[in-house]
T-cell receptor
Framework: RKEVEQDPGPFNVPEGATVAFNCTYS??????FFWYRQDCRKEPKLLMS???SGNEDGRFTAQLNRASQYISLLIRDSKLSDSATYLCVVKGNTPLVFGKGTRLSVIA | NAGVTQTPKFRILKIGQSMTLQCTQD?????MYWYRQDPGMGLKLIYYSVGAGITDKGEVPNGYNVSRSTTEDFPLRLELAAPSQTSVYFC????????????FGSGTQLSVL
């Protein structure tokens, strides 16, 4: 099982839709979890950290399920500007491990 | 603040050539990292450093070398370029490992032909 697995997509959704991505991780000792956003041919940028109790930042909600070893990202009211690749990132006892990313295209 | 600056942005190498990818940060971050990203793949850690004079191997260190003589600079050296090293290279830094907000440079697109 790979350390961090994501559905590569693409997810093609209309503007205003709600879309959710999941990510599974294999190391049960993982301590920290993040979602990064990467635009085409650009560097990744931190979107949000994922806390055990779940957390929200505007239209974005992240949740962690330690028992099942997955994290999720929910985007409500999708905007064209949300089109990007979303990287699931996990930290255990070593530096961060990045998933391959899930590509989202929001269509007008 | 410039943040993390990488040079060059693009480079084409012939097999067997050598080059150094430069990375500098002006945020006084202790931790610095080099990642490579192949098309459709996630970022893979090449080397990282927890401070000046200290470096450690990541997931894919073969074919690369690094040094960290100052807090600001973390160059990545390719000694004998191979086609398998064709990739996009990202340098990143973070202040405290627990914080883990990585600040990335804009990347170097390297092609080895």
């Amino acid at each position: 099982r790979k350390e961090v697995e994501q559905d590569p997509g693409p997810f093609n959704v209309p503007e205003g839709a709600t879309v959710a991505f999941n990510c599974t991780y294999s190391n049960s000792a993982s301590q920290s979890f993040f979602w990064y956003r990467q635009d085409c041919r650009k560097e990744p940028k931190l979107l949000m950290s994922v806390y055990s109790s779940g957390n929200e930042d505007g239209r974005f909600t992240a949740q962690l399920n330690r028992a099942s070893q997955y994290i999720s990202l929910l985007i409500r009211d999708s905007k064209l500007s949300d089109s990007a690749t979303y990287l699931c990132v996990v930290k255990g006892n070593t530096p961060l491990v990045f998933g391959k990313g899930t590509r989202l295209s929001v269509i007008a | 603040n410039a943040g993390v600056t990488q040079t060059p942005k693009f480079r084409i190498l012939k097999i067997g050539q050598s080059m150094t990818l430069q990375c500098t940060q002006d945020m006084n971050h202790n931790y610095m990292y080099w990642y490579r990203q192949d098309p459709g793949m996630g970022l893979k850690l090449i080397y990282y450093s927890v401070g000046a004079g200290i470096t450690d191997k990541g997931e894919v260190p073969n074919g690369y070398n690094v040094s960290r003589s100052t807090t600001e600079d973390f160059p990545l050296r390719l000694e004998l370029a191979a086609p398998s090293q064709t990739s996009v290279y990202f340098c990143a830094s973070s202040y405290l490992q627990a914080n883990e907000k990585l600040f990335f440079g804009s990347g170097t697109q390297l092609s080895v032909l």
